[in-house]
């Protein structure tokens, strides 16, 4: 796929290196729930590709369900106030849960998801995400798989976006400040 320098600026992040590391994930995730029956949660959308991919390798016994939040807009910074736009369609009292994410910076929005998660009585609850952007943390947060930790740029691609646009491209690439300055 070929990429504007305008919008952007380069590749960080290859799809063949995302495919790699989430060969590693799933085999952690494989390993760590062997023997039970994990619910796998999308959070929409940008969580989509991969979500998928991490599916695909899965061994172990899992049912999926999706939740969508917000706390951006088509900004390019969180708000800070998390709002549920797609919530859980099944319980998951009694149930191993693991959120799959696309990226942790301020960590606003997922400590606020895995809050409320926990209210509900999950056996177990644990957070993969494909990015960690450790700089920008806001609260206390730590991921239990981790893709990549990245610097404190804004990117887009597998799954990523800036006002919608982006989530197709396969690689995760830094966004040019001139397309959202």
């Known amino acids: 796929m070929e990429y504007s320098k305008d919008e952007i ?9 995302i495919q790699k590391r989430l060969d590693e994930l ?14 796998v949660v999308c959070i929409l959308k940008g969580a989509v590709a991969v979500f998928a991919d991490l599916l695909r ?3 172990i016994p899992c049912s999926i369900d999706f939740m969508a939040i917000s706390s951006y807009g088509s900004s390019t910074k969180s708000s800070g106030v998390v709002r549920i736009l797609k919530d859980l369609d099944h319980g998951i009292e009694g149930k191993d ?6 990226i ?10 895995k809050d409320n998660l926990r209210t509900r009585g999950p056996a177990s609850l644990k ?11 806001r609260v206390e947060l ?3 798989y981790i893709g990549f930790t990245i610097p404190d740029e804004f990117v887009v691609g ?4 800036y006002a919608e646009h982006y989530r197709n491209l396969p690689d995760v690439c830094i966004l040019s400040p001139k397309m959202y300055a």
């Open 142 to 144: 730590q991921a239990d």
């Open 97 to 102: 849960v693991l959120i799959v994410e696309d």
């Open 9 to 17: 600026e380069r590749v960080l992040i290859s799809n063949e290196e």
């Open 104 to 113: 942790v910076d301020s960590g606003m929005s997922m400590s606020y998801l």
């Open 127 to 137: 957070l993969l995400t494909l990015l960690d952007k450790p700089e920008r943390r």
């Open 57 to 59: 390798r899965l061994t």
């Open 158 to 161: 597998y799954g990523l976006d």
């Open 26 to 39: 799933a085999a952690r995730v494989n390993a760590d729930y062997a023997g039970h029956d994990l619910l």
